[in-house]
């Protein structure tokens, strides 16, 4: 009777290893397998912090191809604009320049007309750089690339000079506050090709300013601006 008791243990103990050790190797529920997950081989402090996606992004602009057409073009145009203005100042207070020119030939310049020269010269200057500055703007709206603003202006100042150095030469011009009129010698033309320089340069850099104004926040040089 022990023995068969035994026996009987023995056989219970036998199962349940087996059932335990058929638990172990039979899948999950459902026959799938359990999900593998992988862990960061990289250590934790060279993990990134964000993605391209937050840095800003500056889209790649593509420049007009005419470019120095328009600038050649603005430049041309400011300038013939410019020496009308001054001639239509000149053409109204012509009585102005008329007398000065009287008081200038028998050296009794008086002070309200000096005061008023220098007014309409000041008038005319401010106007040369209104007209400079705006084409400046306007050739940085279409072309874009400042150098060509500066060209535009340079353009602009020479013709301005030009124009009203050759208008200068007619004897009967209100402009002109020496009745006799000068002689043309080698020391005026070189003071009047340093005069068109100094137009010209003063012309680009008052357009290049008015062409960076319109072109400071351009996609183009923004993205310059970051290399």
Known sequence: MLVKQRFINLRRKIMQDTTVQTD???????????????EPTGPPGNEPTGTLKDAPQVPRTVLPQRGLYYAVIAGVIAGVVTALLTMVVIRVFAGTF???SQQIAVDRLTVKT?????????????????????????????????????????????????????????????????????????????????LLCLWSIGGGLVSLFGTWVATVRHPHYLRLGEQ
């Open 98 to 100: 008329h007398a000065a």
């Open 24 to 38: 172990l190797h039979s899948p999950h529920s459902g026959g799938n397998l359990p999900p593998i997950t992988r």
């Open 114 to 194: 000096a005061l008023a020269l220098a007014g309409l010269v000041l008038l005319n200057f401010t106007l040369s750089l209104l007209v400079g500055f705006f084409v400046g703007y306007i050739v940085g709206r279409i072309a874009v690339r400042r150098r060509l603003g500066f060209l535009a202006g340079a353009l602009a100042g020479a013709v301005f000079y030009l124009i009203t150095f050759l208008v200068g030469l007619i004897p009967s011009y209100p402009g002109n506050l020496v009745v006799n009129g000068t002689t043309m010698t080698t020391g005026s033309l070189v003071i009047s090709l340093l």
